[in-house]
């Protein structure tokens, strides 16, 4: 279990960082989980000006509030309350993620998602996800919106991942519980957003702003005693070497040394 803690990104964004800190540095594939929950307009209007990617996937998912993206291949993208977005940074992006209001609640996540040494050159692609596109189901007791994997039959919207992933958004009621599938293969984890819930057999109480790394197994067991919301992630592990330095995620110091000569001299997008 883990603390999400303060930090402050962008162009000074304050927000806080359940994966991706030297409390938990990264949990293959996953390798980064910030949540930005203010309704101060100093705490996100800074935004996250002009910046680069490459070899990995950003996932932005909105609760409250809006944000606004740009990038260097001309791609432009509203996204409202209950909209995701799996972009595949690939070969290389510059992109811009501005808040697109001034004042009120401002809800969002963003979770990084490796990619594997063979597809960490492909060509960039969004997969902007409007709120009508989440499929809404349920599971045991619990209210789901299902960005992607599968959940009582029905799949989410995101599709052709190579980490095969399951991201899932949950509301329980007082006293509610389920039980799910997932690969014995998988990495998984849950972050709790709202409450106090349970996990596993052992029924251990994870609170709002801690993330609990799931142990072996192939079934998920959670629930709570009172009302409580939480996202859940799942997704096959890549094991391979890693070399990250802010923006760019490869499998060697040398290619992370190309990345940033390539964003240097103009060479990323497009490469």
């Not at 935004?47 to 990038?71: I, N, Q, S, W």
Request: hydrophobic share 40%.
């Amino acid at each position: 279990m883990v603390e999400a803690q303060p930090t402050v990104e962008g162009a000074g964004v304050k927000l806080r960082r359940a994966l991706g800190s030297r409390a938990l540095p990264m949990l293959d594939p996953f390798l980064l989980l910030d949540e930005i929950h203010s309704d101060r307009p100093d705490d996100y209007l800074p935004g996250f000006p002009t910046h680069p990617h490459r070899g990995f996937e950003t996932v932005t998912y909105v609760l409250a509030g809006a944000m606004e993206h740009r990038d260097s291949l001309g791609n432009h993208g509203h996204l409202g309350p209950g909209s995701a977005q799996w972009m595949t940074a690939g070969h290389g992006i510059v992109h811009s993620e501005m808040p697109q209001q001034d004042k009120g609640l401002m809800w969002g996540f963003q979770l990084w998602v490796n990619l594997p040494a063979a597809n960490k050159m492909i060509r960039p692609r969004y997969q902007d996800i409007e709120p009508a596109r989440v499929v809404e189901t349920s599971l045991g007791d619990a209210a789901v919106r299902l960005v992607a994997g599968t959940v009582s039959g029905q799949r989410g919207p995101v599709e052709g991942i190579v980490t095969a992933p399951q991201m899932l958004d949950l509301r329980f009621p007082a006293r509610g519980s389920l039980r799910h599938a997932i690969p014995a293969s998988h990495t998984a984890f849950v972050y709790v957003i709202q409450g106090r819930a349970f996990v596993g057999g052992a029924r251990t109480h994870v609170v709002e702003g801690q993330l609990a790394v799931l142990g072996p197994g192939d079934e998920l067991a959670l629930g709570a005693d009172g009302p409580a919301r939480m996202l859940c992630f799942a997704g096959r592990p890549i094991g391979e070497p890693v070399a990250r330095y802010g923006p760019f995620v490869m499998n060697t110091d040398d290619e992370i040394r190309q990345a940033i000569d390539d964003y240097r001299s103009g060479r990323l997008v497009g490469a």
